[in-house]
Nanobody, 119 residues
């Protein structure tokens, strides 16, 4: 039914850039908010950024000024532009979407995409 498909991860040198995409398939729903999380080996999953339906954004301090989250509501897609990447940004990045239906909301997760920052 509803799936979040991620793309855009890969290997990049320090100082480089990547753009992640998260597309929600299906129909008959409205996405309330979308977010990007990341999880490095041995660490807890952490929130990187989120964007509301109205376009308001928030970022964790570690990525402020370097990452930008955006969304295209017509395409049910969220993006994460990552600039000036550092080795400590290395992690599996997960997309999260909260989908609203009458009287209920449901959270969906993408499959994750690996981002590796290394020289």
């Amino acid at each position: 039914q509803v799936q979040l498909v991620e793309s855009g991860g890969g290997l990049v040198q320090p100082g480089g850039a990547l753009r992640l995409s998260c597309a929600a398939s299906g129909r008959g729903f409205v996405i309330d908010r979308m977010a990007w999380y990341r999880q490095a080996p041995g660490k807890q999953r952490e929130l990187v950024a989120f964007i509301t339906n109205g376009g308001n954004t928030n970022y964790t301090d570690a990525v402020k000024g370097r990452f930008t989250i955006s969304r295209d509501n017509a395409k049910n897609t969220a993006y994460l532009q990552m600039n000036s990447l550092k080795p400590e940004d290395t992690a599996v990045y997960y997309c999260k979407a909260v989908i609203r239906r009458i009287l209920t909301s449901t959270t969906y997760w993408g499959q994750g995409t690996q981002v590796t920052v290394s020289s």
